[in-house]
C-alpha cells in the first residue's frame, strides 16, 4: 500500500513552501471559495510533486509508477477541491485555519480507495 503521511505538519509544510513561491497578485472574490486559477494549479502541481517523490523514496510494495502518480494527482486534486484559498494564504503564515487533520486523511483514504477500484 502507498505511504500515506502520518504526519498533517509534513503537509503544511509542502503547502507552505509552495505558497511561498507564488506571486500574490491574485485577489480573494469570496475568502470561502475553493482555490481556483493559478492557485489550484499550483497546488496541484507542487502536491502531486512531491507526493510523488515521498512515495518513490518510501518503495511501496507493489506500487507501480502509474499506481503512485495516480495516488499523488487524486490526493492533490482532493486537498485543492477541499482547501479555500483563504486557508492557502494562511498556511503561508502559519495561521490556522489550514487542512484538517481529518482532510488529509480522508484525501489519503478516498485516493487509496480509488486506486483499489482501478
Known amino acids: 500500500m502507498l505511504h500515506q503521511p502520518s504526519s498533517f ?3 503544511r509544510l509542502m503547502i507552505k513552501g509552495l ?5 500574490f497578485t491574485c485577489f480573494l472574490s469570496v475568502a470561502n471559495a475553493q482555490t481556483t486559477g493559478f492557485i ?10 512531491r507526493c510523488q517523490d515521498r512515495q518513490h523514496a518510501t518503495k511501496p510494495a507493489g506500487a507501480t509508477p502509474q499506481m503512485i502518480e495516480k ?3 487524486c490526493n492533490a486534486t482532493y486537498m485543492a477541491d477541499k482547501l479555500t484559498e483563504d486557508q492557502v494564504f ?3 503564515d502559519n495561521t490556522p485555519p489550514g487542512p484538517s487533520v ?6 489519503n483514504k ?9
Open 9 to 11: 505538519f509534513s503537509f
Open 19 to 23: 505558497v511561498t513561491g507564488l506571486l
Open 40 to 49: 489550484r494549479e499550483k497546488i496541484i502541481t507542487k502536491v502531486t510533486a
Open 71 to 73: 495516488y499523488c494527482a
Open 110 to 118: 478516498s485516493c487509496a480507495a480509488e486506486l483499489e477500484k482501478g
Open 90 to 92: 494562511k498556511l503561508q
Open 102 to 107: 481529518e482532510m488529509v486523511q480522508a484525501a
